[in-house]
């Protein structure tokens, strides 16, 4: 029989800078990590939200890019050529 594993995984953001767009959204470049029994690694976060009439945050899209030199100049050089 298989053994499940009850993996928790804790998310720490170590920076973030927000920009905001439109009428109410925003869009967040964060560096986090996750931290599991197994070990830590960084990532980069990109997420898009938008703001509640009570000013609090509300997040809709996000996407995580490794934190690998050669796969975020990849990311950097795409941006800019678009």
């Known amino acids: 029989m298989d053994e499940q ?3 928790k995984v804790r998310f720490e953001t170590l920076s973030s800078e927000k920009i905001p767009f439109g009428k109410n959204n925003f869009l967040e ?4 990590k996750a931290i599991t029994d197994d070990g830590v690694s960084e ?12 000013g ?3 997040y809709k ?3 995580t ?5 050669d796969i975020k100049k990849f990311v950097t050089k795409q941006i800019a050529e678009q």
Do not use: C, H, M, N
């Open 61 to 63: 899209k996000s996407i």
């Open 43 to 54: 990532f980069i976060s990109v997420s898009r939200g938008y703001y509640l009439p009570d």
């Open 5 to 7: 594993q009850d993996t």
């Open 65 to 69: 890019i490794p934190d690998d030199p």
């Open 29 to 32: 470049v964060a560096r986090k």
């Open 56 to 58: 609090s945050e509300k």
